[in-house]
């Protein structure tokens, strides 16, 4: 798929098939993460691959929007490991594991899958309670979860296209 027309039709899919996704998919996911741009280069993102059923049962127990997990046939924690940042306590590494989720999303759609991003970052309890689930060490943020399978659900492109809000060199 053309990388302005995966842009263009990329959705949130929450429905999934039971198909499972693949190693090779998994790791064309990840490698999409990892060639993310980050500030200073830094990359301080991990990624962990969730396939084990009770943790993907579990999560929706901690994130009230998380519930596709249930069915999902895999998820992928988006994490930032803080001690890998230059200029701590900035936050680059929300941005840095933002480009990196992005990159994932529209890689799953490339690839046919159909993929939701579930948000941890900035609420401080479902972070701690996935912290405890995944067993994260203190040094290390998780972003968001995002929930992967094989597509059961069609949507059309959403066109979100507003000329009013774009501004020529001054406001
Ligand atoms: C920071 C962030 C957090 C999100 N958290 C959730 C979530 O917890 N559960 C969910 O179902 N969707 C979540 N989404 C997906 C949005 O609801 C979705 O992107 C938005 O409604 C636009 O729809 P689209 O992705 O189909 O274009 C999140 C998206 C972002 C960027």
Redesign the pocket.
């Known amino acids: 798929m053309e990388v302005i027309e995966a842009i263009l039709t990329?959705?949130?899919i929450?429905r999934y098939t039971e198909e499972p996704i693949g190693e090779e998919e998994m790791e064309q996911l990840i490698k999409a993460g990892m060639a993310a741009p980050s500030a200073h280069n830094e990359q301080p993102w991990h990624f962990i691959v969730i396939r084990d059923r009770a943790l993907l049962e579990e999560i929706p127990k901690i994130?009230p929007?998380?519930q596709?997990l249930r069915e999902a046939a895999a998820a992928l924690a988006v994490c930032g490991d803080l001690e890998r940042e230059k200029n701590k306590g900035l936050g680059y590494w929300i941005l840095d594991c933002s480009a990196a989720a992005e990159n994932i999303l529209l890689a799953a759609h490339a690839l046919g899958l159909g993929a939701?991003?579930?948000?941890f970052h900035p609420r401080p309890e479902r972070k701690d309670a996935l912290r405890k689930l995944l067993k994260l060490p203190a040094n290390v943020e998780p972003l968001?979860v995002i929930a992967l399978g094989h597509p059961a659900e069609g949507?059309g492109p959403?066109d979100r296209f507003k000329a009013d809000r774009i501004h020529y060199n001054v406001w």
């Open positions: 990329r959705r949130s929450r994130h929007y998380a596709m939701c991003w579930l948000g968001c949507k959403a």
